[in-house]
Nanobody, 124 residues
Framework: QVQLVESGGGLVQAGGSLRLSCAAS????????MGWFRQAPGKEREFVAA????????YYADSVKGRFTISRDNAKNTVYLQMNSLKPEDTAVYYC?????????????????WGQGTQVTVSS
């Protein structure tokens, strides 16, 4: 059974940092593009960042570019999202997802597997 398990969310003040982790049971992990999405109350799920199979290519939403960094460790079957300079508008449930399609996928419908989500709350 495929599982993606996120961790690392929490409450942080504006300007602070958090590091999210997502441990995946999918095999082979290196065959999947990995992405992070977020969903705030009353809003649609939105793309945040994605990383290629090897980790050599990364992609970001304009709203997080320069503040967030996505990375992966294929030996540990884990993808990370380092979030710096957090803003109140970053408050959301953050989800990791795995896509078997080649290339960057920003549409959540193109992802095969999803985690349960982890809450990130940024206070002003």
């Amino acid at each position: 059974q495929v599982q993606l398990v996120e961790s690392g969310g929490g409450l942080v003040q504006a300007g602070g940092s958090l590091r999210l982790s997502c441990a995946a049971s999918i095999r082979p992990f290196s065959s999947y593009f990995m992405g992070w999405f977020r969903q705030a109350p009353g809003k649609e799920r939105e793309f945040v960042a994605a990383v290629s199979w090897s980790g050599g290519r990364t992609y970001y939403a304009d709203s997080v570019k320069g503040r967030f960094t996505i990375s992966r460790d294929n030996a540990k079957n884990t993808v990370y999202l380092q979030m710096n300079s957090l803003k109140p508008e970053d408050t959301a449930v953050y989800y990791c997802a795995a896509s078997s399609l080649g290339g960057v996928q920003v549409d959540p419908r193109q992802y095969n597997y999803w985690g349960q989500g982890t809450q990130v709350t940024v206070s002003s």
